[in-house]
């Protein structure tokens, strides 16, 4: 199994089971846990990306790497664990938790209240928080936000492991 798949694996199931355990625990509705577990995904996201390329690097290309490969590398390990995020997303949603979408759309509300945006004002944004909150629409989101958090994080470790072979010719 090359790299970028075994490290895609991890960085799509990882957080995946983060999840399911939380969910476990009973502790999926709480924002405080909510707000725990995107910072541990988060830096199960930097981990497997940073070991994932420096693999690439050390145990494939012989301990060089360029900085374009590093990040291809990385963008690949992101591509394939996005995708297995987002079908453990779906899962979730239609399975697992299934009323987790209206929860979230009551946290919505309750943090309107909470900063002291009029009732009026609340009733009017309500529908369009419903029309963001479909589970096509937190879908996409999901994708999209992966991707370009996945893709800073590679950003950023492919500058750090990037080591050009000194026995290259430059042309």
């Known amino acids: 199994m090359s790299n970028t798949v075994k490290y895609g694996l ?10 399911l355990i939380i969910y476990a625990l009973g502790m999926n509705r709480e924002m405080s846990v909510q707000n725990y577990t995107q910072w ?4 199960i996201y930097c981990a497997v990306l940073f070991l994932g390329i420096r693999a690439e690097r050390d145990d494939v290309l012989g301990g060089y790497i360029k900085f374009g490969k590093a990040f291809g590398t ?8 996005t995708v297995i995020g987002t079908l453990m997303s779906l899962l979730y949603f239609i399975v697992i938790d299934p009323g987790y979408r209206d929860h979230l ?33 937190m879908m996409v989101f999901s994708v999209v936000g992966s991707l370009l958090i996945g893709s800073v994080i590679t950003l950023i470790s ?3 492991l990037k080591k050009e072979d000194p026995n290259e010719m430059v042309g």
């Open 10 to 19: 991890f960085y799509g199931i990882l957080p995946a089971v983060l999840m």
């Open 40 to 43: 541990i995904s988060l830096a």
């Open 74 to 81: 990385g963008f690949k390990i992101v591509l394939i664990g």
């Open 105 to 137: 759309i009551l946290l919505q509300e309750q943090k309107m209240i909470d900063s002291g945006t009029p009732p009026e004002q609340i009733e009017a944004s309500m529908p369009y928080v419903e029309k963001f909150m479909t589970l096509p629409m």
């Open 158 to 160: 492919s500058a750090i």
